[in-house]
T-cell receptor, first 117, second 113 residues
Framework: GAGVSQSPSNKVTEKGKDVELRCDPI?????LYWYRQSLGQGLEFLIY????????KSGLPSDRFSAERTGGSVSTLTIQRTQQEDSAVYLC???????????????FGPGTRLTVT | GENVEQHPSTLSVQEGDSAVIKCTYS??????FPWYKQELGKGPQLIID?????GEKKDQRIAVTLNKTAKHFSLHITETQPEDSAVYFC????????????FGPGTRLSVLP
């Protein structure tokens, strides 16, 4: 079946511009995560959506970052007034989440490589 | 919150040898421990996971062991092959995950032919 897809795969933008990154999760997955991965580094948690609950935004590094998830499916991560330090790979993952708060494996998309010049 | 450490950061082995990567976690409430493999230019992919009600799990050449008392878990790869070369991430999560699903910093494994 279809996995998690992300678009664009690569994005080059000038400092100060806004960018939008899109994530299409696996159908039926109610949990969705965004992570940031700098070159050669681990995964930095950004934001988590679970069903209709309020998102966990505790990982967003500044108020220039925001994300939304429409209709419990597609998610968009927006970075306003981009800075060079925002350059990284942005990964999206989705997960099945049962009613009980038991963690399940995450399925990752291929990522969007963002370069801010 | 949870903190996950991973060692070593890089590991080189000869083809056919075994590789072991170790992780420690801080939150005794964590109960789910997955391992992900990330190849160049791709997103991480789950290779094996273990829950806190078991001490060991094996899938062909890959095994994971968990010591809840010591709060550490390890990935074992036997008979390594060049295609095992990748970055491996461990993670730990408890219930009510979200930010509590925490990844280790990763181990770059190189299998030398």
């Amino acid at each position: 079946g279809a996995g998690v897809s992300q678009s664009p795969s690569n994005k080059v933008t000038e400092k100060g511009k806004d960018v939008e990154l899109r994530c299409d999760p696996i159908s039926g997955h109610t949990a969705l995560y965004w992570y940031r991965q700098s070159l050669g580094q681990g995964l930095e948690f950004l934001i988590y959506f679970q069903g209709n609950s309020a998102p966990d935004k505790s990982g967003l590094p500044s108020d220039r970052f925001s994300a939304e998830r429409t209709g419990g499916s597609v998610s968009t991560l927006t970075i306003q007034r981009t800075q060079q330090e925002d350059s990284a790979v942005y990964l999206c993952a989705s997960s099945y989440a049962a009613e009980a708060p038991v963690p399940y494996e995450q399925y990752f998309g291929p990522g969007t490589r963002l370069t801010v010049t | 919150g949870e903190n996950v450490e991973q060692h070593p950061s890089t590991l080189s082995v000869q083809e056919g040898d075994s590789a072991v990567i170790k992780c420690t976690y801080s939150d005794s409430a964590s109960n789910y421990f997955p391992w992900y493999k990330q190849e160049l230019g791709k997103g991480p992919q789950l290779i094996i996971d273990i829950r806190s009600n078991v001490g060991e799990k094996k899938d062909q050449r890959i095994a994971v062991t968990l010591n809840k008392t010591a709060k550490h878990f390890s990935l074992h790869i036997t008979e390594t092959q060049p295609e095992d070369s990748a970055v491996y991430f461990c993670a730990a999560s408890g219930d009510n995950y979200g930010q509590n699903f925490v990844f280790g910093p990763g181990t770059r494994l190189s299998v030398l032919p």
